[in-house]
């Protein structure tokens, strides 16, 4: 039994012995390092406003953004309600009211989160008010779209939220002019996502 | 009956036989590649002259139709490369067996049996009188496995009475390529392995081969030859012109002068200026007068069997004085106090040589364990004006080349071992191959191709490396696998849902803050710190999205269109970066169609390694 134990012993020594030099031979032959790599899909809100007849406009992060086609709204009594929008150059109005079929504007998500989009007016014309609609664009499911009656005040209103990425909103607006005298007017509609 | 009696003739014909080569007989049971006994009463693929046909009326050799010649002048008859399956492709051990009788032929006039190697015909056998015989022929390794091997025969008459010549039962006989052979051949260290810098640093290189082939017999005396790349290592001009060996590795740059003395008795040591060149240099003051002055180059290590291969060269050694003289080079056992003997030279205490001379001496043997001393010294009272110049002393272990492997039978291995001495420039490679040949014409050489051996620094072989991204931040390499990590690595795509971005810059976030890589300032930068050229691999550990690329390139064309390198996790990048050298890469990532949600991370990652 001790002459086993010994052998055993000896055994073990030289396993022991045979690693640690086969050990330092290996530890010789190579070296090491990594690199964690991350790539990150960075948020973007980007959006896209196509404007009846035209081609798209993209959104910029630095406000006021890109300017896209000018729109019209023609009176003629300068008392008028519910005057359809119309973009600059073109003879065609776009709506009617109320029920909206040729949506001045559609907006696209472009970016890769759902979308909150704000209209707001810039600068207030006194004898104008401007209303809008909105409806989720055929093929676009995921959104809600405000199909009530909406002011565009300087304060803004959001007229479509939770907009999925590449899903489409339209937006009619109209005009009530009141009292306007002739001549033209101007103000700047602006739009955010968020 | 003509059959058998072919085969008769073709066994007993070995007895019979004409060697063309002298050397083993056979080495395993030949076979027929090709017989003509034109029975057909043709001359059948073999391409004559007119003068050249199968005829039967003139007493044919055997059976009924034999090759015949009866005319007036040259006639050649032809067998060749394509009339016969491609030469001897794929043969070995060939030879020619034939019936060939002449009658008539005036003196200088015979019959002729040559052979074509693709290149030349050579003539192996002229007679003018031949009875009626069966002879054999055996052909050299030339014409071994040759695709454009030929035979021609050719009579010349001058067509007097019964002048003529025959041919019958020709045949081209050997061993299919598969027979005895010098196979399995390899050779240690392994390609690309790396072997330290250090002065008399031995290892030893290893091959080995077989006597191969599945039949019995024997690949005759083999030996095996340690060659280097001539363009490497040793210069040619080391090449020994008396025995044609061939010296395979040097010490030139580290044997140094270790003293030297003047007129005084006192030893000064060198006043050169070591600079890791060949060229040592001692520097006496102008119009110094010594006599008798020696540099002495200490060979620390035990030289037991050992030959030195000395180079001696000296410019600008103008000596004037009592005995005129010159600059010279001696060995000298300083142990015992005298000048080694030589065993087939004897070299003068004093060798003069003249100035810019090159020289290349074999000492032979130096028995001696004690400290050698190389000693140059000037002859008699000499003024060295200038410089004093000695470089270049090669050395070169004995162990012959080519090592012996004796006779060796089917089946038996043959291991040859070198002690080669790994001395070199650090970060540079030469090349071993040994060749085995067999003294037997019958048996083909073979060798092991080249094996690349890279010099390492001194010491214990080190692969450290370290990886330095921007903002400097280094990371040391770790034996362990996967090692230290650097910095993160980071890629964000900050374009539109759907949309694509390419050349996107890699950066790394650490301490709080991101730091880019630019045109001076590459994403990694691999230094090696170890002491032998290592190979830097790089590899992903996993794949990426197949809409997501990362690619290096090694140049700052940042936004390029260069695409050097695209990872995966199958891709391995691998560059090599000498001993205190760098290798950089710039890191780049083409988002194609990106429909993922903002936020959304991947991970993976680059796993760098040196061998």
């Known amino acids: 039994m001790q002459m086993k134990t010994r052998k055993a012993i000896a055994v073990m020594v030289m396993w022991m012995m045979a690693f640690m030099v086969f050990g330092a031979t290996l530890a010789q032959s190579q070296e090491y390092a990594y690199t964690q790599v991350i790539v990150t899909i960075a948020t973007s809100k980007s959006f896209s406003v196509t404007l009846n007849g035209q081609t798209a406009t993209n959104s910029n992060p630095t406000f006021p953004g890109t300017a896209t086609q000018v729109i019209w709204f023609n009176g003629t009594t300068g008392n008028e309600q519910a005057v359809n929008a119309t973009v600059a150059g073109a003879s065609a109005q776009v709506g009617p009211w109320p029920a909206c079929t040729t949506p001045i504007e559609v907006f696209k998500n472009t970016g890769n989160v759902n979308l909150r989009f704000n209209v707001f007016q810039n600068n207030t014309i006194a004898c104008t008010t401007f209303m809008y609609n909105a409806s989720m664009a055929a093929g676009s499911t995921t959104g809600t779209a405000n199909a009530t009656l909406g002011v565009i005040d300087a304060a803004g209103s959001a007229f479509v939220s939770g907009l999925g990425m590449n899903n489409q909103t339209n937006l009619c607006i109209w005009s009530n002019f009141s009292a306007c005298g002739g001549g033209s007017y101007y103000t700047t509609f602006n739009y955010t996502s968020n | ?611």
């Not at chain 2, 003196?107 to 050579?122: A, F, M, R």
């Not at chain 2, 055996?138 to 030929?150: E, G, H, I, P, R």
């Not at chain 2, 988002?591 to 390694?609: E, M, P, R, V, W």
Request: glycine content about 8%; hydrophobic content about 35%; proline content about 3%.
């Open chain 2, 1 to 611: 009956m003509k059959k058998l009696i072919l085969a008769l003739a073709l066994m007993i014909s070995i007895g019979l036989s004409l060697s063309f080569e002298f050397g083993p007989m056979s080495f395993g049971p030949k076979q027929t590649k090709y017989i003509q006994n034109f029975e057909s009463g043709t001359l059948g693929n073999w391409t004559n002259s007119s003068l050249w046909i199968a005829n039967t009326a003139t007493t044919p050799l055997n059976g009924s139709y034999s090759m015949f010649f009866q005319g007036t002048g040259t006639g050649n008859t032809r067998l060749f490369a394509a009339n016969q399956t491609g030469g001897t492709s794929g043969w070995q051990d060939v030879q020619i067996i034939a019936t060939v009788k002449t009658n008539g032929l005036d003196d200088g006039e015979n019959i002729t049996l040559s052979v074509y190697d693709g290149t030349t015909w050579y003539t192996i056998w002229s007679q003018e009188d031949v009875t009626q015989q069966t002879d054999t022929w055996n052909l050299n390794s030339t014409f071994f496995n040759n695709a454009n091997f030929a035979v021609n025969w050719t009579c010349v008459s001058n067509g007097g009475a019964n002048e003529r010549c025959w041919v019958d039962d020709f045949a081209i006989r050997g061993t299919p390529l598969g027979g005895l052979r010098i196979t399995n051949l390899s050779i240690s260290p392994v390609n690309g392995s790396s072997v330290a810098m250090n002065q008399y640093s031995l290892f030893n290189v290893t091959a080995t081969a077989q006597c191969n082939g599945g039949v019995t017999g024997e690949c005759g005396d083999v030996n095996a030859s340690l060659y280097y790349n001539s363009t490497n290592l040793v210069p040619n001009k080391l090449v020994n012109t008396t025995t044609g060996e061939t010296p395979f590795f040097l010490v030139d740059k580290y044997i140094r002068p270790s003293s030297y003395k003047t007129t005084s008795t006192t030893w000064y040591n060198p006043t050169y200026a070591y600079d890791g060149d060949v060229n040592d240099t001692i520097t006496y003051a102008s119009s110094q007068t010594q006599t008798s002055s020696y540099i002495n180059y200490t060979l620390s290590t035990k030289l037991d069997s050992t030959r030195i291969f000395y180079t001696f060269n000296h410019s600008n050694c103008a000596v004037s004085g009592n005995l005129g003289g010159g600059c010279g080079i001696g060995i000298y056992n300083w142990s015992s106090n005298s000048f080694i003997t030589l065993y087939n030279a004897t070299i003068a205490r004093t060798t003069i040589f003249t100035n810019n001379t090159l020289v290349t001496k074999d000492n032979g043997t130096i028995s001696s364990y004690g400290d050698v001393l190389i000693r140059a010294i000037s002859s008699g009272n000499s003024t060295f004006s200038t410089n004093f110049f000695l470089f270049d002393i090669y050395m070169s272990l004995e162990k012959s080349n080519p090592q012996s492997c004796s006779a060796m039978l089917q089946g038996q291995n043959c291991t040859a071992t070198w002690q080669v001495n790994a001395t070199g420039t650090p970060s540079t490679q030469y090349w071993l191959n040994v060749s085995f040949n067999s003294e037997s014409s019958y048996i083909l050489p073979n060798s092991t191709g080249n094996f690349q051996i890279n010099i390492s620094a001194a010491g214990p072989a080190s692969y450290a490396f370290t990886i330095t991204v921007p903002g400097n931040n280094v990371t040391n390499s770790d034996p362990s696998f996967p090692g230290n990590p650097t910095p993160n690595l980071e890629f964000v795509y900050n374009g539109s849902g759907g949309g694509s971005q390419f050349y996107v810059n890699a950066s790394f976030n650490y301490s709080g803050a991101t730091s880019w890589q630019n045109s001076a300032v590459p994403a990694e930068k691999c230094t090696n710190t170890g002491n032998v050229a290592i190979t830097w691999a790089i590899k992903m550990n996993n794949s990426w999205p197949s809409n997501i690329v990362m690619f290096a390139n090694d140049t700052n064309a940042i936004g390029g269109t260069t695409t050097y390198f695209i990872f995966s996790s199958s891709n391995q990048l691998q560059l090599s970066v000498a001993i205190s050298g760098t290798k950089s890469l710039w890191f780049y990532m083409n988002f194609s169609n990106i429909n993922d949600a903002g936020g959304t991370k991947y991970y993976n990652q680059l796993n760098h390694s040196s061998s």
